[in-house]
């Protein structure tokens, strides 16, 4: 079955940098887009970044500039590189296949 695995959350302090990593199994990876959503406490799950099979790249205005959506399709692992880090961005990061399957989520906390 579908499985997303997301981990490289943490605390870090404002203006510094984070990876997040989300692998996947259950499915032809390399085939599908696969997207970054963030959900801060108490509003509402948005969308983050995408990158299509051929790598492509989307972000949310919020990101743009600041954060890097990537994948390693031997891996079977889509990354977000995020730098310049602000207390906003303070979030429970999610990666997904279809909007159908969802990890677990890693929070992600900037605060100095």
């Known amino acids: 079955q579908v499985q997303l695995v997301e981990s490289g959350g943490g605390l870090v302090q404002p203006g510094g940098s984070l990876r997040l990593s989300c692998v996947a199994s259950?499915?032809?990876?390399?085939?599908?887009?696969m997207r970054w959503y963030r959900q801060a406490p108490g509003k509402e799950r948005e969308l983050v970044a995408t990158?299509?099979?051929?790598?492509?790249?989307h972000y949310a205005d919020s990101v743009k500039g600041r954060f890097t959506i990537s994948r390693d399709n031997a891996r079977n692992t889509v990354y977000l590189q995020m730098n310049s880090l602000k207390p906003e961005d303070t979030a429970v990061y999610y990666c997904t296949h279809r909007g159908a399957y969802w990890g677990q989520g890693t929070l992600v906390t900037v605060s100095s």
């Open positions: 990158i299509d099979r051929l790598s492509s790249t």
């Open positions: 259950g499915f032809i990876f390399s085939s599908y887009i």
